[in-house]
């Protein structure tokens, strides 16, 4: 954990995203923790990875829900990346309603693709670094 604010974006719940229930249908928590990925990954300069021949890939997405969203709820969705050992690491994001309430966590193993041997690096962390990608601005600092 570093001493900043994660990176955060803020998601308005549409009612066309909402289930039978009159609640955002599970499937949308993740698709809100993707824009939280993709929105944190172009802020921290991800193009020079592109550049290089490297993407993040998803391999794993797990979600525990907190609290329903309705209709025009208003949400923050933070993203931070955790490195370890290996060619996986960690994003995690949560999503918040504005009165501080958590509606969910989401936790996803994510890995550096090399797109011309569509094979997983090792070391992310090292080709993040050497691409210039602004570490501070995905909490990995």
Same mark, same amino acid.
């Given at each position: ?11 308005? &719940?549409?009612?066309? @995203? #909402?289930? $039978? ?11 809100? %923790? +993707? ?28 979600? &525990?829900?907190?609290? @329903? #969203?309705? $209709? ?11 490195? %370890? +050992? ?33 094979? #997983? ?21």
């Amino acid at each position: 954990m570093t001493d900043h604010e994660p990176f955060r974006i803020r998601i308005k &719940v549409r009612h066309y @995203e #909402l289930d $039978s229930l009159g609640h955002l249908n599970h499937a949308v928590y993740h698709s809100y %923790g +993707e824009v939280a990925r993709l929105e944190a990954l172009a802020a921290a300069g991800d193009e020079k990875l592109r550049e290089a021949r490297l993407a993040p890939v998803l391999l794993e997405s797990r979600i &525990v829900y907190r609290r @329903e #969203l309705r $209709s025009g709820d208003e949400v923050d969705v933070t993203c931070e990346v955790a490195f %370890g +050992e290996g060619k996986a690491f960690r994003m995690s994001s949560r999503i918040i309603k504005l009165d501080g309430t958590l509606s969910a966590e989401i936790e996803c193993t994510v890995g550096l693709m090399d797109l011309d041997r569509r094979k #997983l690096v090792p070391d992310p962390r090292g080709h993040f670094e050497r691409a210039q990608v602004d570490l501070q601005v995905l909490s990995a600092g």
